[in-house]
């Protein structure tokens, strides 16, 4: 498992999977927000890809995110996109709406940065998101991720579009730090 201050990071159980498609993607709004793809009922039969992982995939390294006090699940976390010849790849992550606004989404951040820039050995981390989700700009630029850029009126989330902001972290700023 990888540790931060207050959360760990380990692989994901099989039962962790119907509490996390319950709590991140059962409701639309958040479910909406949180995803590129349509919002539509997954059934708890299917395989659902969001959650289920495939260790075969090599560019896509899934954790599921426990509080390290009580062992307590609290969300997901992932680097997506992983490009070994560029050395970069993309960076996410879901907390239960329990486990928001208590310090966890920043910990989170920074265990990833820990196992992108040491553990895999990559150049460059990106995180895309909504540019009214404030808690995620914060989490990243808290971590040292600087905003590179908005793509305007890039998302269609409930029936609007929404700006995204682009924010990436470089290994040599990310090691001045630590
Ligand atoms: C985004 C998310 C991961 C952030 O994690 P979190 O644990 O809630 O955030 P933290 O408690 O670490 O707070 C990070 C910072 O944002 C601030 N913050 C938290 N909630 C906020 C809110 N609703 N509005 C404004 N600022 C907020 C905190 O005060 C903190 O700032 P500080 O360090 O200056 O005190 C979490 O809220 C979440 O899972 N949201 C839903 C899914 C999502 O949006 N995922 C990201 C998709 S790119």
């Known amino acids: 498992m ?6 760990g990071l380990r692989a994901r159980y099989d039962e ?8 991140l993607y059962d409701d639309v709004v958040n479910g909406s927000r949180a995803e590129s793809r349509p919002w539509r009922p997954i059934s708890p039969s299917s395989k659902d ?14 954790f599921s995110v426990v509080e ?3 062992d307590t699940l609290i969300g997901i976390a992932n680097l997506w996109g992983i490009d070994t010849h ?3 790849a993309h960076v996410g992550l ?9 310090g966890y989404g920043s910990d989170v951040v920074a265990v ?25 700009l914060r989490a990243a630029e808290r971590n040292g991720f600087v905003r590179e850029g908005v793509l305007r009126k890039s ?10 902001v682009l924010l990436g972290l470089l290994a040599e700023e990310w090691k001045a730090t630590h």
């Open 94 to 102: 879901g907390l239960l709406p329990s486990a928001r606004g208590k």
């Open 2 to 7: 990888l540790k931060g201050e207050k959360v």
């Open 16 to 23: 962790d999977i119907p509490i996390l498609r319950t709590e």
């Open 68 to 70: 390290l006090a009580g």
């Open 86 to 88: 560029h050395r970069s």
């Open 49 to 62: 890809r969001r959650l289920f992982v495939d260790d075969s995939e090599e560019g896509h390294v899934p």
């Open 112 to 136: 990833l940065c820990h196992y992108g820039f040491v553990v895999r050995g990559l150049h460059r981390l990106q995180i895309e998101t909504l540019a009214d989700n404030f808690a995620m």
């Open 155 to 164: 998302a269609w989330v409930m029936g609007e579009f929404l700006d995204d």
